[in-house]
T-cell receptor, first 115, second 112 residues
Framework: KAGVTQTPRYLIKTRGQQVTLSCSPI?????VSWYQQTPGQGLQFLFE???????NKGNFPGRFSGRQFSNSRSEMNVSTLELGDSALYLC??????????????FGNGTRLTVT | GQQLNQSPQSMFIQEGEDVSMNCTSS?????WLWYKQDPGEGPVLLIA?????ELTSNGRLTAQFGITRKDSFLNISASIPSDVGIYFC????????????FGTGTRLTVIP
């Protein structure tokens, strides 16, 4: 099976702009989660989508949003970019078929730089 | 956000040596996971632990889910150069909830 695919790999944006990141989960996986990774804060949970519905949300401002499509693909949007939004954004998918034996598998991330 | 306390922060070891790292939390978790991240890539799942006291192996890797459900450790035996990377523990509070809490990471360097 192909792994989690994220596009683009690298992105450079200017403060105030908005950005959309894309994630294709592993085939058959219905849950998609997004994480932000920075040197200072480490890996932090943004949100999770399952069957096109947001199921969990982390402690990030409303500028961070996402959605999931019927084919389980997901997009994440950040509006009014700030310098502190520079980070590696990781997408992860899981089956969620079983109650608990469904660990997360991560993509290689999108490196966002805000100037 | 909350992070798990992971130690040591970094390790420099000789090839062939065994490695041990651990993760502690003030909160109880239902699941403990260990990931490895190489530069420019996403974390790769190494071991998943689902029951308190569980001891699980994956090749040269062994991990345990602490009895108190507030800690976990990872051992790597007979280290090799490709073990270099950053190792993260992660805890999951609710079954089926994919909002993981991650440790601060252990950077492992293996000297040939």
């Amino acid at each position: 099976k192909a792994g989690v695919t994220q596009t683009p790999r690298y992105l450079i944006k200017t403060r105030g702009q908005q950005v959309t990141l894309s994630c294709s989960p592993i085939s058959g996986h219905r849950s998609v989660s997004w994480y932000q990774q920075t040197p200072g804060q480490g890996l932090q949970f943004l949100f999770e989508y399952f069957s096109e519905t947001q199921r969990n949300k982390g402690n990030f401002p409303g500028r961070f949003s996402g959605r999931q499509f019927s084919n389980s693909r997901s997009e994440m949007n950040v509006s009014t970019l700030e310098l502190g939004d520079s980070a590696l954004y990781l997408c992860a998918s899981s089956e969620q078929g079983a109650q608990w034996d469904s660990p997360l598998h991560f993509g290689n991330g999108t490196r966002l730089t805000v100037t | 956000g909350q992070q798990l306390n992971q130690s040591p922060q970094s390790m420099f070891i000789q090839e062939g040596e065994d490695v041990s790292m651990n993760c502690t939390s003030s909160s109880i978790f239902n699941t403990w996971l260990w990931y490895k991240q190489d530069p420019g890539e996403g974390p790769v799942l190494l071991i998943a632990l689902y029951k308190a006291g569980e001891l699980t192996s994956n090749g040269r890797l062994t991990a345990q889910f602490g009895i108190t459900r507030k800690d976990s450790f990872l051992n790597i035996s007979a280290s090799i150069p490709s073990d270099v990377g950053i190792y993260f523990c992660a805890g999951q509070r609710e079954t089926g909830a994919n909002n993981l809490f991650f440790g601060t990471g252990t950077r492992l360097t293996v000297i040939p």
